[in-house]
């Protein structure tokens, strides 16, 4: 049952203070800064921007950042699609392969209801399925997505892209759409040498590729060292979170997303146990150690979570400690998966409540 049938969760003019928690707060002006920093930063280049809306699921910020200038909107699955053609969206990429009856009539039926749907595929397989259930019906526009060093999806080779290009524009019910990758960061210059090597490639076959589409918030502003990309896809940078400060795209001030949290003990001097466990700040580590920063305890360290609970270790903390009652503010490591653990989002700007945003998309089944 969603976690607002039984009392309103803020309302605008309350103070982010008094809020029950565990509870995530969007601080407003930050929000706006990173929504214009990014698109500035892709204007700059050039290129067109597509957010991917998994870090909000909400329409209100998906519709933000087109107004700031994003030329369409990224989604992970059917139902996010779903959602966010509910509220007014046309022009929506799906960036996973989309295999088996259920979700391929599915996807039949949202792109029959808007004008702009695109969908990725890595092979024959996923290429024929899309072809059998759209041969009868309103083409659907495909990528073929490369593995460019991302070591996740994706062709291996651009011989193998050309391949899968040439298998779609002979599939019936199907357009080729262009080329698309997920890469690990650092890796522009491989990046670019795979797409243009593809690109070669398909010239010779006189195939026209309309869209080369790179994405990641980690590869972010070296987004401009493609130049064989059209357009760049990323998500986190809209909260930013503690990853994000790591690899130095922003600071801890550039984070939208706090997740308050409560002391309710303190056993020993060195420990605090607060409110927040893996159901609130996600046991997504990211490559840390531990679970979040909190804000105002630098040297606090949030060693474990389970279900309800986190435990804080003070140890490094000298004379300043939270106490039981107090409500602490933590940068989680990863601000897409806490955005998926609540049905809203509380705005602010300076400490008092603007908005409540239901999360559109959140915890829909594929």
């Not at 607060?274 to 105002?296: C, E, H, P, R, Y």
């Not at 955005?339 to 602010?348: A, E, G, P, Q």
């Amino acid at each position: 049952m969603p976690e607002n049938s039984f009392a309103v969760v803020a309302k605008p003019g309350d103070r982010v203070a008094d809020l029950s928690t565990p509870r995530p707060i969007i601080d407003e002006d930050r929000l706006a800064a990173n929504i214009a920093r990014v698109q500035a930063y892709m204007d700059e280049h050039g290129l067109n921007f597509r957010p991917h809306i998994k870090t909000h699921k909400i329409p209100a910020l998906a519709a933000a950042q087109i107004a700031a200038g994003a030329k369409g909107i990224n989604c992970q699955k059917i139902s996010e699609a779903e959602a966010f053609a509910a509220a007014g969206f046309e022009d929506i990429l799906i960036t996973f392969n989309i295999l088996g009856p259920q979700k391929l009539e599915r996807l039949r039926a949202l792109n029959e209801r808007i004008s702009g749907l695109k969908v990725v595929a890595d092979s024959a397989v996923t290429i024929d399925g899309l072809s059998s259930n759209f041969a009868s019906s309103k083409p659907l526009t495909v990528l073929v997505e490369c593995d460019t060093g991302g070591g996740r999806c994706g062709v291996q080779t651009p011989e193998e892209a050309r391949r899968l290009a040439r298998r779609i524009s002979d599939a019936p019910g199907l357009t080729f759409g262009g080329l698309l990758n997920y890469p690990k960061p650092g890796s522009a210059k491989a990046v670019q040498a795979f797409f243009e090597n593809a690109l070669s490639l398909l010239k010779i076959d006189g195939i026209a590729c309309p869209v080369v589409s790179n994405g990641g918030t980690p590869s972010l502003f070296e987004a401009h060292l493609v130049s064989a990309a059209t357009e760049h896809r990323a998500g986190t940078y809209i909260y930013n979170d503690r990853s994000m400060v790591r690899a130095g795209h922003c600071s801890e001030a550039d984070c939208a997303m706090h997740v308050l949290a409560t002391v309710v003990s303190r056993p020993t001097a060195d420990r605090a146990v607060i409110d927040a466990g893996s159901k609130a700040l996600t046991s997504d580590l990211l490559g840390f150690a531990d679970f979040g920063t909190v804000v105002g305890y630098p040297e606090a360290v949030i060693t474990g979570l389970s279900e309800e609970h986190g435990v804080i270790d003070l140890s490094g903390c000298g004379d300043s400690r939270p106490e039981i009652g107090e409500t602490i503010r933590i940068i989680p490591n990863h601000t897409c998966v806490v955005s998926n653990l609540f049905d809203t989002m509380v705005f602010h700007r300076d400490g008092v409540v603007t908005r409540v945003e239901d999360v559109a998309a959140r915890g829909l089944v594929w």
